[in-house]
């Protein structure tokens, strides 16, 4: 009877040592490892973006690090996401997992910043394509005329116009002014950065959202016109007109 029983155990060990010798390795090799994470800064500026790097492998989850360095607002859009529009140095993060082989275009969406060259490709698998030769053009700008010389003399008036800037228009408080010493109290309460720039007599600061200043210039009688210097705000209506009477 023991002798019995003492073959039926070794017979259970040995199945059990038989099913640990088949299954121990199967369970180990469908282990999953994690897909990598890589982060990527891009530099963004008038009129290109710089990325550390240019390509990943496919798997990859790419975090997108994007700092506006240059002077005006740039945002970044890559794989159907985009940050929010960035003033000068501030920054915003993307995260995109690339599942996909191929090239994927990324390129700044405000209005006419990707035709200066804000835009390219990012390669997910494949050789990233040969860097382009920035181009030699820059933004287009839009001059206005400056007025006339005028002959009549600067009047005695003293009057302060209050300039309000926006997405993409200005508000005077008034548009017909006497001649005189005008003092502009300029305020940017808009979203992006902005000027007001008078032809023929004065181009104000760069102002972020929020910032305001004051100057103030002696203008004859005439009719001037005024526009933000910001490339392609001129081109979305940035401009307005105003009369200086004797």
Request: with cysteine; glycine share 10%; hydrophobic share 40%.
């Amino acid at each position: 009877m023991r002798q019995l029983v003492s073959l039926v155990v070794l017979g259970v060990l040995a199945v059990a040592g038989l099913a640990a010798g088949v299954f121990a390795p199967f369970g180990s090799a469908t282990t999953s490892s994690s897909s990598a994470t890589v982060k990527i800064t891009v530099k963004a500026s008038e009129f290109k973006f710089i990325l550390s790097r240019r390509s990943v492998p496919v798997g990859t989850t790419v975090v997108f690090t994007v700092i506006n360095v240059g002077k005006i607002t740039h945002d970044f859009k890559i794989a159907g996401k985009k940050t929010p529009k960035l003033n000068p140095g501030k920054k915003a993060t993307l995260k995109v997992v690339f599942t996909k082989k191929g090239r994927f275009p990324y390129l700044c969406t405000l209005p006419g910043h990707a035709g200066a060259g804000m835009k390219g490709v990012f390669a997910v698998g494949v050789a990233p394509p040969l860097p382009t030769k920035p181009a030699t053009t820059t933004a287009p700008t839009t001059t206005t005329t400056p007025p006339p010389t005028s002959t009549v003399p600067i009047g005695t008036a003293q009057t302060t116009v209050q300039v309000g800037m926006f997405e993409y228009r200005f508000e005077l408080s008034q548009s017909t002014i006497p001649s005189g010493q005008v003092t502009f109290v300029i305020t940017n309460k808009g979203s992006e950065v902005h000027n007001f720039a008078i032809a023929g007599s004065k181009s104000g600061a760069l102002l972020q959202p929020g910032q305001s200043e004051t100057w103030t210039v002696g203008l004859p009688p005439n009719t001037y016109n005024a526009q933000c210097d910001v490339p392609f705000h001129v081109e979305r209506g940035m401009t307005t007109q105003f009369s200086v009477t004797p």
